[in-house]
Each structure stands twice: as C-alpha cells, then as structure tokens.
C-alpha cells in the first residue's frame, strides 16, 4: 500500500517560516540542505516528519504530502492516465527518488521511492 510519509512546506522564505512554526508549534527543525529544512513533530509513536523548502516558482506557497511508492515511474503513468500533470519529473538524490505532481483537480502531491 502506499502511505503518506510526510509532509513539505514551501515558503519564498523558507528562514522566516521556519522561525515561525519553531517558535509557534516547538518544532524541532534541522539545519537546511539543498534549500529544505528537516522538520520533525511530535514525540516517540506520534513523530511525524517533513521539511520547509524554498518553494519553487511553480509551487511557492503551499503544504504537500509525500507518498511512498514501489516505483515513481509506474506511479506517474498512471496518475497521467487519470488526468495527472506532471510538476517535476523523476530526481535522483543520494538515498531516494522524488517526483512531483498535481492531480486533476489542483491538488499538489509529492512522491518519494527509496533506493
């Protein structure tokens, strides 16, 4: 089955965002790289964990879950099929793949597989 595993935030400033929800909700936000901010809420069973990124031009403001799938290949060929666009295409990063997409009604969704 694939589940939600997170969650991202973009911010055009990340900084002042991630001041906020440290300081309004006790976030415990890790130091940035490639211009997103490891964020982890809650404690022991209830941990959920997620980032703030610097939002891109087309996604600048706005939250998105992450979903884990077998393969973002397969998953995007079939989410075109069911009207899907395409946000960002396949990125390789150093222990996952990640892809973005908005689905027919508008709603942006983030994908994730692990290597």
Do not use: C
């Amino acid at each position: 089955m694939n589940r939600v595993v997170g969650f991202e935030i973009s911010s055009r400033e990340p900084e002042l965002t991630t001041k906020f929800f440290e300081d309004v909700f006790g976030w415990d936000i890790g130091e940035p790289n490639y211009e997103y901010w490891p964020v982890v809420t809650g404690k022991g069973a209830n941990v959920v964990s997620g980032g703030i990124a610097k939002g891109p031009e087309d996604h600048p403001h706005g939250t998105r879950i992450r979903i884990e799938v077998d393969s973002i290949d397969e998953t995007l060929a079939i989410a075109k099929v069911k009207g899907a666009e395409v946000v960002r295409e396949k990125m390789e990063f150093d222990t996952f793949y990640l892809a973005y997409l908005k689905e027919p009604t508008g709603i942006d969704i983030g994908l994730i597989e692990q290597k």
